[in-house]
């Protein structure tokens, strides 16, 4: 990390809560360490203070689109941005979001003659057809992203899976698999955190307790997990089921528990924005729930090995790369059976979910350090190539230029909130 200067651009940064913030933080203050250099560039978000920070935060205007999307959007198309992160001289720069800040990354990297990385986090197309209607202007965001995704460099993914889809996608180029890591320390924390994290919650001692940790969103797989323990309760297995997270579907959860008749057994505490508070949970849960086809890496997998748990994951998933059955992992298939059969074994055996949680801390877990370390490592090898002139040059940035601004006026055409001035400009 000594001496590289890199540039993190990012649609997603603290006060912003998700997946792609919590990676974008973590890069940042590990590169801050030593006499390299990190700059991030991020959209203006409401009330954010950045000062505190021991790296440079440059942020840009946004439209305040949080109340439809649950964060803001960014418009790159600054010419003061450059000029802001032109003094800097980054060697690299690194997006980490496929829209604005890839675009964003387009135009700066050439200025500066430097390479473009962009990582590719999550399956975007997911998102684009649940937050865009109508089935072209959804078809032209996936072409856009994957137009501007090819303009880089060189493209990594968060697994192997998350490059399939990609690839899937109309992606053509090659992928190199850049694993995250894991913010919580290995080992278990004491018992006078844990207590405190599950106080007041009915937990008696000798249930086994499962856990899900991450947005409230049918996509992940809960209604899978409530119709699995619907399953459990009606051959009169007791348990305790706890939702860690927000999000849009967490009312629909809750009544859908209520509706399966297993609400007196199925905990719902919101977000738990103290990790330690998180790590508690780790340490009272039996193992982590995790049925999500949609996630591409599965950060809380490795959350729940750092505390010596155990994860029930899809086969085939994403989150489950790395994982053997019964070893460091239990995996089963994508329905609600699959899923209550393998935990009613792992209630019959929780002494074996110990030991299987135990390999998993040995085998699947990875620290932030070593992540971050393994990234500078390849962005010298970046670095050294595109000095080389062993990249070849990019030919139709104007083109995802003009698209990006006609897709935006689809989007201006088609949303009823714009027209109203319902988002505003930061």
């Known amino acids: 990390m000594d001496g590289l200067k890199v540039a993190l651009l990012s649609d997603s940064f603290p006060p912003a809560l998700d997946g792609v913030s919590n990676v974008v933080k973590n890069y940042a203050d590990r590169l801050a360490l030593g006499d390299g250099n990190v700059t991030v560039l991020t959209p203006q978000w409401p009330d954010a203070d950045d000062s505190g920070l021991p790296y440079e935060v440059l942020r840009y205007p946004s439209l305040d689109t949080r109340d439809r999307l649950g964060y803001v959007t960014g418009l790159p198309f600054m010419p003061k941005v450059a000029e802001k992160l032109r003094p800097i001289k980054p060697d690299i720069i690194h997006s980490h979001c496929p829209t604005v800040s890839q675009i964003l990354g387009m135009e700066l990297a050439p200025v500066l003659n430097v390479p473009l990385v962009f990582t590719y986090h999550t399956k975007f197309d997911d998102e684009i057809r649940r937050e865009l209607h109508g089935k072209l202007i959804q078809e032209n965001a996936i072409r856009l992203m994957v137009d501007a995704i090819s303009m880089s460099d060189e493209v990594w993914t968060v697994s192997r899976g998350a490059g399939e889809n990609l690839k899937s996608l109309g992606y053509k180029g090659d992928f190199f698999v ?48 409530l119709e699995a323990l619907e399953g459990l309760h009606s051959q009169g297995v007791d348990f305790r089921m706890v939702f860690i997270g927000k999000g849009e579907n967490l009312e629909e959860m809750k009544k859908l528990a209520v509706q399966l008749g297993i609400a007196e057994k199925v905990i719902f505490t919101g977000a738990v ?101 393994q990234a500078c490592d390849r962005y010298e090898y970046v670095i050294r190539r595109h000095r080389e002139g062993g990249y070849p040059p990019k030919t139709v940035i104007e083109r995802v230029h003009d698209e990006f601004f006609r897709l935006v006026g689809d989007m201006l055409e088609a949303g009823e909130d714009l027209r109203n001035g319902e988002w505003r400009l930061w």
């Open 178 to 225: 850049m694993p995250n890591g894991c913010d919580m320390p290995i080992g278990i924390v004491d018992v006078d955190t844990m207590q405190k994290a599950v106080n007041g919650y009915d937990l008696p001692e000798n249930v086994p307790v499962f856990l899900f940790v991450g947005r409230m969103i049918f996509y992940k797989g809960q209604r899978l997990i």
């Open 273 to 373: 924005s103290d990790r330690n508070l998180l790590r508690g949970w780790y340490r009272r849960a039996d193992a982590l729930v995790f049925p999500s086809v949609f996630d591409t890496n599965g950060l809380v997998v490795r959350e729940a090995a750092a505390s010596g748990v155990p994860s029930v994951l899809v086969a085939g998933s994403c989150a489950a790369e790395g994982v053997t059955d019964g070893q460091n992992g239990y995996l089963v298939t994508e329905s609600p059976s699959s899923l209550a059969v393998k935990l009613y074994q792992l209630i019959q055996n929780r002494e074996g979910m110990r030991l299987v949680g135990e390999n998993a801390a040995k085998e699947l877990y990875i620290s932030w350090d070593d992540a971050v370390q």
